[in-house]
């Protein structure tokens, strides 16, 4: 069975860190991409930050969280880590990552067609 388990959300101060897992199994990760999505309350969906398959070499940021947020890859752990910094109020989403179709990306990080298996969400909350 398909699966993806997010972890690592809760409740920060703002300028605080968070780090995010999102372990997979029944499958091989490292033949796919993965992107990090979040959604707040009355929004839409947006992606966050993306990594290709294999190595990982590519990685992709939405401008509200370059410099802030990295993403990474661990093949023997079967997992993808987004590690948040300098969070801010506005960070505050439910985080779900996905698996790309493929290994790696040619343009549309976060066209949500290209993902075809999703995470249930953990919670971020960044609030003083």
């Known amino acids: 069975q398909l699966q993806f388990v997010e972890s690592g959300g809760g409740l920060v101060q703002p300028g605080g860190s968070l780090r995010l897992s999102c372990a997979a199994s029944g499958f091989t990760l490292e033949n796919y991409g993965v992107g990090w999505f979040r959604q707040a309350p009355g929004k839409e969906r947006e992606g966050v930050s993306c990594i290709s398959g294999s190595i990982g070499v590519m990685k992709n940021y939405a401008d509200s969280v370059k410099g802030r947020f990295t993403i990474s890859r661990d093949n023997a752990k079967n997992t993808v880590y987004l590690q948040m910094n300098s969070l801010k109020p506005e960070d505050t989403a439910v985080y779900y990552c996905?698996?790309?179709?493929?290994?790696?990306?040619?343009?549309?990080?976060?066209?949500?067609?290209?993902?075809?298996?999703w995470g249930q969400g953990t919670q971020v909350t960044v609030s003083s």
């Open positions: 996905a698996r790309y179709r493929w290994t790696l990306y040619s343009g549309s990080y976060y066209n949500t067609e290209y993902y075809d298996y």
